[in-house]
């Protein structure tokens, strides 16, 4: 592969709503804190004009702002 993660699931790849329900979050609030979440490593890709988010990386960041102690 050429350092690109391979989805294989449509259930993997989420919208910015779908993120901002999984995080209990307005989908504005999402975009205000994008960038926080993004250098704590939200992985994300564009699908035309649209973004979509790889769930085990909104999963991981809320796991590593949990361990550090980071408020999303």
Do not use: C, W, Y
């Amino acid at each position: 592969m050429s350092g690109k993660q391979e989805v294989t699931s449509s259930s993997e790849v989420l919208t910015k709503k779908e993120v901002a329900q999984l995080l209990k979050i307005s989908p504005r609030t999402f975009d205000q804190h994008r960038p926080k979440l993004t250098a704590l490593g939200l992985k994300s890709f564009n699908v035309g004009r649209s973004v979509r988010f790889i769930r085990q990386s909104v999963l991981d960041v809320i796991r590593i702002a949990s361990e550090t102690g980071e408020a999303l």
